[in-house]
Nanobody, 125 residues
Framework: QLQASGGGLVQPGDSLRLSCVVS????????IGWFRRAPGKEREGVSC????????YYADSVSGRFTSSRDNDRNTAYLRMNSLKPEDTAVYYC????????????????????WGQGTLVTVFS
């Protein structure tokens, strides 16, 4: 089970940190992805942090503003979001993907096996 939290109502330029607490699974067995779905738009990949090296990947729209991290001992993943913009308004989801025997696009949501329920981030002027 994945429980995402930390969303809220903020102004442009503000920061938030989302958390994703994992239970029933060992987080260190998975790569973690963060996705978002904005009103009227398709779900998009925001960031990913890999299982082994902790390598991070970001969508161009958030690169330089968002930071993914993980604490395997706490079974928790984080998404630090700085300099938030109104276009960041969305429901944010965390998801887990195990090792795959092939290369895949980290932003492809269908590759992920486990999903949290989402947390709403609203950035308003």
């Amino acid at each position: 089970q994945l429980q995402a939290s930390g969303g809220g109502l903020v102004q442009p330029g503000d920061s938030l940190r989302l958390s994703c607490v994992v239970s029933g699974l060992h987080l260190d067995d998975y790569t973690i992805g963060w996705f978002r779905r904005a009103p009227g738009k398709e779900r998009e990949g925001v960031s990913c942090i890999t299982k082994k090296q902790g390598t991070t990947y970001y969508a161009d729209s958030v690169s330089g503003r968002f930071t993914s991290s993980r604490d395997n001992d706490r079974n928790t993943a984080y998404l630090r979001m700085n300099s938030l913009k109104p276009e960041d308004t969305a429901v944010y989801y965390c998801a887990l993907v195990p090792d795959k025997p092939y290369s895949y696009n980290w932003a492809s949501s269908h590759e992920y096996d486990y999903w949290g329920q989402g947390t709403l981030v609203t950035v308003f002027s």
